[in-house]
T-cell receptor
Framework: DQQVKQNSPSLSVQEGRISILNCDYTNSMFDYFLWYKKYPAEGPTFLISISSIKDKNEDGRFTVFLNKSAKHLSLHIVPSQPGDSAVYFCSGSSNTGKLIFGQGTTLQVKP | NAGVTQTPKFRVLKTGQSMTLLCAQDMNHEYMYWYRQDPGMGLRLIHYSVGEGTTAKGEVPDGYNVSRLKKQNFLLGLESAAPSQTSVYFC???????????????FGQGTRLTVV
């Protein structure tokens, strides 16, 4: 059972426009959600997070929204830049320590 | 600080051989994780540990064993390698915040394992 789902394998946007990456989860025990970015041949790196008691967290060009009733997260990148081209992973964490990731979405930002 | 270091970076095994992947972190993190990354499957949790001497199964634990004898090290073992275990393996570590949330995880550079 896939506890974290990223149903869009890829996304292509023009430089300067908004990128919206979506994520759904099924585990009600998740209380913290994190987005990671991964370049080829490198390990994932942390991007932004949100706790389950909030519905929005913003850090520069990156904003994460949480709709707890729908068990849905989204990551907004505005404005998108070519250097944002990477694979983005959504993850959910519970107080048991378990950290579960989705399948990832490959973002391509075209100049 | 080195962060999270994985050894080795590449390895080719024959079916049935055994090996151990080593993960070392120098950030005094409580939590450590082993993931495998396969095309279209994302990062799947193999095993994890919430402290020295403790381990727990993740999403895909079969065929793997782990040990956390020291806080800074987390070992992943393959007793009898199979071609289905060909993958890129990532180790990660994290700590809990004062409110109990699992904070951001720091990842190693990965180990590319091929089983022939």
């Amino acid at each position: 059972d896939q506890q974290v789902k990223q149903n869009s394998p890829s996304l292509s946007v023009q430089e300067g426009r908004i990128s919206i990456l979506n994520c759904d989860y099924t585990n009600s025990m998740f209380d913290y959600f994190l987005w990671y970015k991964k370049y080829p041949a490198e390990g994932p790196t942390f991007l932004i997070s949100i706790s389950s008691i909030k519905d929005k967290n913003e850090d520069g060009r990156f904003t994460v929204f949480l709709n707890k009733s729908a068990k849905h997260l989204s990551l907004h990148i505005v404005p998108s830049q070519p250097g944002d081209s990477a694979v983005y992973f959504c993850s959910g964490s519970s107080n048991t320590g378990k950290l579960i990731f989705g399948q990832g979405t490959t973002l391509q930002v075209k100049p | 600080n080195a962060g999270v270091t994985q050894t080795p970076k590449f390895r080719v095994l024959k079916t049935g051989q055994s090996m151990t992947l080593l993960c070392a972190q120098d950030m005094n993190h409580e939590y450590m994780y082993w993931y495998r990354q396969d095309p279209g499957m994302g990062l799947r949790l193999i095993h994890y540990s919430v402290g020295e001497g403790t381990t727990a199964k993740g999403e895909v634990p079969d065929g793997y064993n782990v040990s956390r004898l020291k806080k800074q090290n987390f070992l992943l073992g393959l007793e009898s390698a199979a071609p289905s275990q060909t993958s890129v393996y990532f180790c990660a570590s994290s700590y809990t915040s004062g409110t109990g949330y699992n904070t951001e995880a720091f990842f190693g550079q990965g180990t590319r394992l091929t089983v022939v």
